[in-house]
């Protein structure tokens, strides 16, 4: 079993719509969330960052960690055209400190299309 | 700052050749990650290194890819000889403390090995 899953769809919505990502993970050392954002030919970009469960808003964007399940998502309300990309997520089990540390583990990625 | 910058953005070499890749962090980051992006395995972690020293190098594929950082401005990935099953995006990504788990990619190489 991979440490991360996530489907790699494609997934196409209308804009407009609600779209929802997933990963799940089996290290449960992990307690740190991210998810990234990667535009076609361009590198990744840190889009919401998350510690242990919960959740996290930032304009359209919530991020949910259920960390029980080992299950993380990221909502997208009322998608653009725009957000257009691939979403990853990528967890560590580091913090600031620590040595060996700042290693994330990356899934697949998801890529997303918003149809006008 | 202009970010993450990687030379070249693309390279196209045939198999047994030497390639070498280029990176320079951002300015007063102190961490720098070398990853390798495919369709089949996503994005993995090569090696990274702390104030310019490697601290886990387990990524790497094989005794044919190699690292170096001789300054906090510069480092390199070659592979030597290549083989078309390098070919991939590499990305180089640095991090300052303090930023929490904060990545910053640069746009990549697109390495094609015929």
């Known amino acids: 079993q991979k440490e991360v899953e996530q489907d790699p769809g494609p997934l196409s919505v209308p804009e407009g719509a609600i779209v929802s990502l997933n990963c799940t993970y089996s290290n449960s050392a992990f307690q740190y969330f991210m998810w990234y954002r990667q535009y076609s030919r361009k590198g990744p970009e840190l889009l919401m960052y998350?510690?242990?469960?919960g959740n996290k808003e930032d304009g359209r964007f919530t991020a949910q960690v259920d960390k029980s399940s080992k299950y993380i998502s990221l909502f997208i309300r009322d998608s653009q055209p725009s957000d257009s990309a691939t979403y990853l997520c990528?967890?560590?089990?580091?913090?600031?400190?620590?040595?060996?540390?700042?290693?994330?583990?990356f899934g697949k990625g998801t890529k997303l299309s918003v149809i006008p | 700052d202009a970010g993450v910058i990687q030379s070249p953005r693309h390279e196209v070499t045939e198999m047994g050749q030497e390639v070498t890749l280029r990176c320079k962090p951002i300015s007063g980051h102190d961490y720098l990650f070398w990853y390798r992006q495919t369709m089949m395995r996503g994005l993995e972690l090569l090696i990274y290194f702390n104030n310019n020293v490697p601290i886990d190098d387990s990524g790497m594929p094989e005794d044919r890819f190699s690292a170096k950082m001789p300054n906090a401005s510069f480092s390199t990935l070659k592979i030597q000889p290549s083989e078309p099953r390098d070919s991939a995006v590499y990305f180089c990504a640095s991090r300052g403390q303090g930023e929490l788990e904060t990545q910053y990619f640069g746009p990549g190489t697109r390495l094609l090995v015929l």
């Open positions: 990528a967890m560590s089990a580091s913090g600031l400190s620590g040595a060996g540390s700042y290693q994330l583990t």
């Open positions: 998350t510690y242990s469960s």
